[in-house]
C-alpha cells in the first residue's frame, strides 16, 4: 500500500486547494460555476472568521486529494454536526484508501466536536461514489431535495442578496433588508 498523510490545511495550502478544487469542478462538469479565487478561500478556511476547515492528504509531497467541511446543526438530534462540501482525491491517487481515509478524518472531528450527524451531497451521475459511500454504511436520503437560492436572478422575497458573498434577509417592511 502506498503510504499517505492526511493534515489540517494551512494558509500556504491555499493555492494547491485552488487548484484541487478547480479539478473537482471540471470533473463534475461544474467548472463554470466555480467563482473561487484564492483570496476567497484563504478568508473561508483561515481567515479572522473562517467557516470551513479543509484536510490535505499527500503522498511523498504531492497533493492527492482534500476534504472541506463546516459545522452544522440540528434541531433534531439537538447537537452540531458536519457538513462535508467536497471530497476528492486525484485520479492517479484513487484506490489507495485516500478517499476512505480523508471521510474517516472528518467524522472523527465531528465526532470530537459532539456531533450528531455528518452529511454530504453527491451528484446522482457519479454511481462510483455512490458505491464507495454505501460501502461506508452511508445511507442516501431520498426522501429530501437539496434546495439552493443564488444571487441573480432568483426573485425570491424574502431573501435580498447584498453580494455574491452576503445576503440579506427581509425584514417586516417591504422593502428593506436587514443584514444577516
Keep these: 500500500m502506498t503510504p499517505f498523510t492526511i493534515k489540517p490545511a494551512t494558509a500556504k495550502d491555499a493555492a494547491i486547494l485552488?487548484?484541487?478544487?478547480?479539478?473537482?469542478?471540471?470533473?463534475e462538469n461544474l467548472a463554470h460555476e466555480l467563482k473561487v479565487t484564492a483570496d476567497s478561500l484563504r478568508a473561508a478556511l483561515f481567515?479572522?472568521?473562517a467557516v470551513a476547515r479543509a484536510l490535505v492528504a499527500r503522498v511523498d509531497g504531492e497533493a492527492a486529494g482534500y476534504a472541506v467541511?463546516?459545522?452544522?446543526?440540528?434541531?433534531?438530534v439537538g447537537r452540531p454536526g458536519i457538513f462535508l462540501d467536497d471530497l476528492y482525491v486525484r485520479p492517479q491517487f484513487r484506490?489507495?484508501?485516500?478517499?476512505?481515509a480523508?471521510?474517516?478524518?472528518?467524522?472523527?472531528?465531528g465526532v470530537e466536536l459532539g456531533g450528531g450527524r455528518f452529511e454530504w451531497i453527491a451528484l446522482r451521475w457519479n454511481e462510483n461514489a455512490f458505491r464507495f459511500?454505501?460501502?461506508?454504511?452511508?445511507?442516501?436520503?431520498?426522501?429530501?431535495?437539496?434546495?439552493r437560492m443564488n444571487p441573480s436572478?432568483?426573485?425570491?422575497?424574502?431573501?435580498?442578496?447584498?453580494s455574491e458573498n452576503q445576503f440579506q434577509t427581509k425584514t417586516h417592511r417591504r422593502d428593506a433588508c436587514a443584514t444577516t
Design 95 to 100: 484506490k489507495l484508501g485516500i478517499g476512505r
Design 153 to 162: 436572478g432568483t426573485g425570491v422575497s424574502p431573501v435580498c442578496f447584498k
Design 69 to 76: 467541511f463546516y459545522r452544522t446543526f440540528s434541531t433534531f
Design 18 to 27: 485552488l487548484t484541487l478544487i478547480r479539478e473537482l469542478a471540471e470533473f
Design 133 to 147: 459511500y454505501r460501502s461506508l454504511g452511508a445511507k442516501v436520503m431520498d426522501e429530501w431535495a437539496l434546495l
Design 102 to 109: 480523508l471521510l474517516e478524518a472528518v467524522a472523527k472531528i
Design 47 to 49: 481567515g479572522k472568521d
